[in-house]
């Protein structure tokens, strides 16, 4: 049934990161903010963050932690509000169907004992 859905916080959690996805690329995509050659060119961008595991593992999680927290795109998104910049506005959204795909996939904010151990689980 429906609730099966609902049946673990995991789940729910990547169902959580389907919506935001959905949300943020149904948006970018209805005001056409910078156009697809923009999107396609920085959706990627918050990935570059895992070279932070060149370093060591704590400190690979904290900076991916942050580029994958909804905590700066929400601060962008803002901004951009404020300032009337669509070029912000844009970035924002395409920040959070990064982020969104992501959780959707399972992965997760990560922990220092290594990337694949997320607040979804063990990847």
Known sequence: MMFTLFKTPIALLK?????????????YWQHSFGGWP??????????????GYLVNAQF????YNI??????????????MGTESTMS???ALIWFVHIGFDRMLGYGLKYPEGFKVTHLGTI
């Open 89 to 91: 506005l844009a970035l």
């Open 15 to 27: 169902l959580e990161g389907f919506a935001v996805f959905l949300m943020a690329l149904t948006i």
């Open 60 to 63: 690979g999680a904290k900076v």
């Open 67 to 80: 580029t994958h927290s909804t905590l700066l795109p929400s601060t962008l998104a803002l901004v951009a």
């Open 38 to 51: 923009l999107f396609w060119s920085t959706i990627l961008v918050p990935d570059l963050a895992i070279l």
